[in-house]
């Protein structure tokens, strides 16, 4: 239960628009191109594999996925409780304030990341043989941890760029600096023969590249005033962002859990580096699929939680509705094309990762589910925090549980059915608390129109995929299910709430149009 102020002060910072669902899409359309931008890293994961192979690309990817766990620790949840605090500040006006959250934030953020790095080296050069731990992901993971710093760096400098309504930072900082960053720093790593150290060459720069870029452009939203405010307290940062740095840690658990227990328990089933380069390539291919949601979580957070300030349940359960049904629109084709022609995109690593398209099916299907019950992730948030919490705590035990009994006998394949075992899990128990605790009607109509348009694809393309064998198989069953996807929407129509969208924001682009005619 938020306190009265709170809610006061929500209903003061917000005003009431024309149409929530005209917001989310316009703010739908400019997270988009930060994604896009930031989704081109998957050339870095590409050069890994073409220029060095499958196992270089195994060993990076549990070393990643070991680095980016860590970060969670390192960042102590200030990349997302510095938009909360920074906001506050700024809805009093408080720059000075805002200014030296960003201070000390990133002053602790620089001091826990260092002290996890150097704690995880420590750990992994003292008892990482001990466990069987090969001596190249020794290496290539106490190297990784280095870029600790950078990470937080960025992490927590864009949070503020956020609190400030500057999306744009993220696009700079992340999407240009440190994925072009890291390619070009992977290029020249090959060339002078670091060879399997290129790629954790390359994260170094990039990371650290970003996170100046980052501080950079966070520092210059605020001019250089005398400071007329006492600067947050140590307590209130670390108490604030405590709960979210424990609930963010349990999260990227979940999701790369995967990766991280294949690489430690594949080899009582015989799993190699190079198997588990072809699982990262799929993960990498499948991953994708979790861009969807997070082009509309910027938007969708605030709005839930103006409706919620109000109690305006209704209109939070209509736009939960609306954004579930664009968001399983444009997940299902991604979801059918990776589960009929995920190998296709495979190939394109090189050789071999064709191996990789039942697991790039699985992953598929886990990360969208993740996406659409995500939804609810984000309501439960807003009323009661403690339950995603408590969903997550039960989904890392049951995953890890699982794990444990199905890699060591499927391998790379239990990996999969584990992740999709997670995800399937969250889903129920978020649906559960919405319909029991909240009393939510979950929006099976609104659902009808998309689940229809993907079942008539599937039926025509499926047959294609089991009859014809190989790529031409794949090419063939992807591409029908493509146009039987917008043959089916267009024979089904658009609901009259999407079309209000539609025009609103063609009405607004044809303002602007005008507006600048009438400048120029």
Known sequence: MKPPDDDVALREAVETHTSTGTELARGAIVNTVALVAANLRGIFTFLIARLLGTATLGTFGIAWSTTDLLSKLGVFGMDTSTIALVSGRQAQGDTSGSRALLRRAVTFGLLFSVAIALLGILGFQLIGERYGVRPELIRSTSLMLLALPGIALYRISNGVSRG??????????????????????????????????????????????GGLMALLLARSLFVQTPSDSAPATRPAILRFSAPIAIYSLL????????????????????????????????????????????????????????????????????????????????????????????????????????????????????????????????????????????????????????????????????AALCMVLAYVTQGVLR??????????????????????????????????????????????????????????????????????????????????????DNVA
């Open 431 to 516: 649906y559960v608390e919405l319909r029991v605790l909240f009393d939510w009607h979950w929006p099976w109509r609104a659902l009808v129109r998309p689940a229809v348009a993907f079942a008539i694809a599937m039926a025509l393309a499926l047959p294609l995929r089991l009859l014809i064998e190989g790529w031409h198989g794949e090419l063939a069953s992807g591409l029908t299910f493509l146009a039987a996807y917008i043959g089916a929407w267009k024979f089904i129509g658009l609901e009259e709430s999407d079309r209000v969208v539609l025009r609103q924001l063609w009405a607004g682009r044809r303002r602007r149009r005008l507006s600048g």
């Open 251 to 414: 999260n990227i658990l979940i999701m790369r859990m995967d990766v991280l227990l294949l690489g430690f328990l594949g080899s009582r089933a015989g799993v190699t580096l190079g198997t588990i380069g072809i699982f990262v390539a799929s993960v990498e291919v499948a991953g994708g699929m979790r861009k969807v949601r997070q082009a509309f979580d910027p938007m969708f957070t605030p709005i839930i939680a103006r409706q919620s300030a109000v109690r305006d349940r209704r209109a939070m359960e209509q736009s939960f509705a609306q954004l579930g049904r664009w968001v399983l629109a444009a997940q299902l084709p991604l979801m059918g094309v990776l589960c009929l022609a995920g190998g296709i995109g495979l190939r394109i690593f090189g050789p071999g990762f064709e191996a990789g398209a039942p697991w790039v099916a699985l992953l598929a299907v886990a990360h969208a589910t993740n996406s659409f019950v995500g939804l609810a992730e984000t309501v439960i948030m807003i009323e009661r925090p403690k339950l995603n919490l408590i969903n997550s705590g039960a989904t890392v035990v049951l995953q890890f549980g699982a794990s444990l009994l199905l890699i060591p006998w499927l391998g790379a394949t239990g």
């Open 164 to 209: 400030m309504k500057v999306m744009k930072h993220d696009l700079f900082s992340k999407g240009f600096t440190e994925t072009f960053g890291t390619i070009a720093a992977l290029l020249v790593a090959v060339a002078i023969g670091l060879q399997s150290l290129a790629p954790v060459v390359a994260v170094l720069v990039g990371t650290g590249a």
